[in-house]
């Protein structure tokens, strides 16, 4: 299954590559913005993350035809800092972050990610880790599940939809992602179900950031990712939901902003100049002309944070 990249060249370019420099790539996926980033440093090197096996075996040849002066590593990029240490490397000219799941993964119906298609309840990126949907689902307290529905699918009907997985899983567990769906409709009141868009979005949403614990990753990129920047470093992140790209605006906006220059009393001298800034201040969204070839990148935004 093919993964279309996402913002390739903008991504790519905001990076603002350097030949020799050190990149890190944290969301490798098959390779799409890799491999670009790879063709543009001949004299530098590549870190690739990825936690999901799968995408670290297909995306060795793609690079391996591009160049070899590249490593994998499979492992959650919210442990990225602690791996590239264990590498010998503190700092490094950018980083990148394409967020979410990868299309290969979405559209394999084994993998559980759908509603599209009936398989066990699942949704692991690293196919090696424990916890998975079916637990979130069936065993998650009422409340603790209700949250990751509430905060992370952001569906208005998020409390009906726990109360009717809470009373079904009462009865006997749910066991697959088209069962989920029937109790997702079965809780949803008939105005909810007209509307546009299929009504078990949202929850597959919030189980899968649950699953994958994407928001603690993001939390960890957007505290460490910054320390790691030499001077003219980039950070780019590439996000597909609102929640994800408040977290990094917010981030972004704080570190480039002179705290001290919000209150009226200091004198210029005194103002610490901030030590980044964006060279783009609003966000960038793909073209008409990607949104109607790849509807996946139709909700994308790429902010880049630069460490002057
Ligand atoms: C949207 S895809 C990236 C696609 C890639 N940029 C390309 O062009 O092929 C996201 C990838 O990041 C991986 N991923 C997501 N969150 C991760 C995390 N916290 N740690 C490691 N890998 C993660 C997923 O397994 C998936 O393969």
Request: include cysteine; charged fraction near 35%.
């Amino acid at each position: 299954m093919k993964h279309v990249s996402v913002l390739l060249e903008e991504a790519v370019d905001c990076l603002a590559i350097k030949q020799g420099g050190t990149y890190v790539d944290l969301t490798l996926g098959r390779a799409g913005h890799s491999r670009e980033i790879l063709k543009r440093i001949p004299q530098g090197h590549l870190y690739c993350f990825d936690k999901d096996a799968t995408a670290l075996t297909e995306s060795k040849p793609r690079l391996e035809e591009v160049g070899t002066n590249f490593t994998l590593i499979q492992s959650d990029f919210s442990h990225f800092k602690e791996e590239l240490e264990a590498r010998g490397v503190s700092k490094v000219d950018g980083i990148l972050a394409d967020l979410g799941v990868s299309s290969p993964q979405f559209d394999d119906p084994s993998r559980g990610f759908s509603y599209r298609y009936d398989a066990r309840l699942d949704m692991r990126m690293d196919q090696s880790q424990r916890l998975d949907a079916y637990e979130v689902v069936n065993h998650y307290p009422f409340e603790k599940l209700l949250q990751v529905l509430r905060d992370y699918g952001e569906d208005p009907d998020a409390y009906r939809i726990a109360k009717e997985i809470d009373k079904r899983r009462s009865i006997a567990p749910i066991e697959t992602t088209f069962q989920l769906v029937d109790v997702i409709k079965a809780a949803k009141p008939a105005k909810a179900l007209a509307k546009k868009g299929h009504p078990a979005k949202q929850t597959f949403q919030a189980l899968r950031i649950e699953v994958n614990g994407e928001e603690d990753a993001l939390e960890a990129l957007l505290q460490d990712g910054p320390d790691l920047l030499k001077e003219d470093g980039r950070l780019s992140i590439i996000t597909f939901m609102s929640l994800d790209d408040r977290l990094v605006k917010r981030r972004f906006a704080s570190l480039a902003t002179v705290e001290g220059s919000r209150h009226g009393f200091l004198r210029p001298e005194e103002i610490e100049e901030p030590e980044f800034d964006l060279p783009s201040k609003k966000a960038i969204l793909p073209s008409e002309e990607e949104m109607a070839e790849n509807p996946r990148s139709i909700s994308a935004k790429l902010r880049t944070l630069r460490k002057k």
